[in-house]
């Protein structure tokens, strides 16, 4: 089956350690994106990576890195600098060669900091 | 910049109720408009899309029309049941632009 499998569904962490996030697509997408949710802040952008090796920042980057060597992999890192990293987190993918530019999820990865 | 507001923000109703959700946008040069179901503690499932060019777009109960020129998308639920009770979102895009989305409408149907 194709989709997007973020791992783990569940993660906990003390303060002041880095922790990463998993996210990987066998859609054949070109695009990844990594969203922050809140409850009632809805869904806030972190980064986004268009194309393999490259990714650009979102509205809310601080305290947060990417990288994308692979198509298929865009792994987010919430280092100790993010003041508030307690959240849910949600990746998509959309294929960016042609319309209608869809965009899909993933199941999310609640992170708690403690 | 594009913004998107979803009225109302929570929406409680009996079961069998036809429903409207309202999802409005500021710049109508978009290029297609996306509605999603969130369910508690889950990512996001895709629903319909509609293309600018598109007027609506069904699935099922489910009906979500687009006219540009007032910058409104509405998703029509025909016959609500319980297991329709999600959060409901709409994200508005341009065509080589990031995605911007409402906050969502908390939907319940109660037995």
């Known amino acids: 089956d194709g989709g997007i499998t973020q791992s783990p569904k569940y993660l906990f962490r003390k303060e002041g350690q880095n922790v990463t996030l998993s996210c990987e697509q066998n859609l054949n997408h070109d695009a990844m994106y990594w969203y922050r949710q809140d409850p009632g802040q809805g869904l806030r952008l972190i980064y986004y990576?268009?194309?393999?090796?490259?990714?650009q920042k979102g509205d809310i980057a601080e305290g947060y890195s990417v990288s994308r060597e692979k198509k298929e992999s865009f792994p987010l890192t919430v280092t100790s600098a993010q003041k508030n990293p307690t959240a849910f987190y949600l990746c998509?993918?959309?294929?960016?060669?042609?319309?209608?530019?869809?965009?899909?999820f993933g199941p999310g990865t609640r992170l708690t900091v403690t | 910049k594009q913004e998107v507001t979803q009225i109302p923000a929570a929406l409680s109703v009996p079961e069998g109720e036809n429903l409207v959700l309202n999802c409005s946008f500021t710049d109508s040069a978009i290029y297609n408009l996306q509605w999603f179901r969130q369910d508690p503690g889950k990512g996001l499932t895709s629903l319909l899309l509609?293309?600018?060019?598109?007027r609506e777009q069904t699935s099922g109960r489910l009906n979500a029309s687009l006219d540009k020129s007032s910058g409104r998308s509405t998703l029509y639920i025909a016959a609500s049941q319980p297991g329709d009770s999600a959060t409901y979102l709409c994200?508005?895009?341009?065509?080589?632009?990031?995605?911007?989305f409402g906050r969502g409408t908390s939907l319940i149907v109660h037995p």
């Open positions: 990576s268009q194309i393999v090796n490259d990714f």
């Open positions: 509609i293309q600018s060019s598109q």
């Open positions: 994200a508005v895009r341009r065509s080589s632009y990031i995605p911007t």
């Open positions: 998509a993918s959309s294929i960016e060669t042609t319309g209608p530019y869809e965009q899909y």
